[in-house]
């Protein structure tokens, strides 16, 4: 049974920077396409990267195009979001997800895509 762990939120500074880890378990047989989505205190889940099943292919939100780089080590099956120059907008439960469809090898931006979630991790960015 495949799972997902999020670690590495906390509280940064606008301008500051955090790095997320994701830690997967149980994939013995494929390697997913992972991806972060994040929900803001009163919003909707929101797509922020995903990633390929070898690392040569990402997606952005405009959000965070050039601000978030999402990175994987798959032989510590271990997915990363660095986060630089953050924004109070930043502020949210991020939450990482193994994608378990048919397609699961290639990045995909909606939630419905990814069947295995973390139960996240927050990241608080004061002004």
């Known amino acids: 049974q495949v799972q997902v762990v999020e670690s590495g939120g906390g509280l940064a500074q606008a301008g500051g920077s955090l790095r997320l880890s994701c830690a997967a378990s149980?994939?013995?047989?494929?390697?997913?396409?992972m991806g972060w989505f994040r929900q803001a205190p009163g919003k909707e889940l929101e797509f922020v990267a995903t990633i390929n099943w070898k690392g040569s292919s990402t997606v952005y939100a405009d959000s965070v195009k050039e601000r978030f780089t999402i990175s994987r080590d798959n032989a510590k099956n271990t997915v990363y979001l660095q986060m630089n120059s953050l924004k109070p907008e930043d502020t949210a439960v991020y939450y990482c997800a193994a994608r378990t469809d048919d397609n699961y090898f290639n990045t995909a931006t909606e939630s419905s895509n990814f069947g295995v979630w973390g139960l996240g991790t927050k990241v608080t960015v004061s002004s």
């Open positions: 149980g994939l013995t047989a494929i390697t997913p396409a």
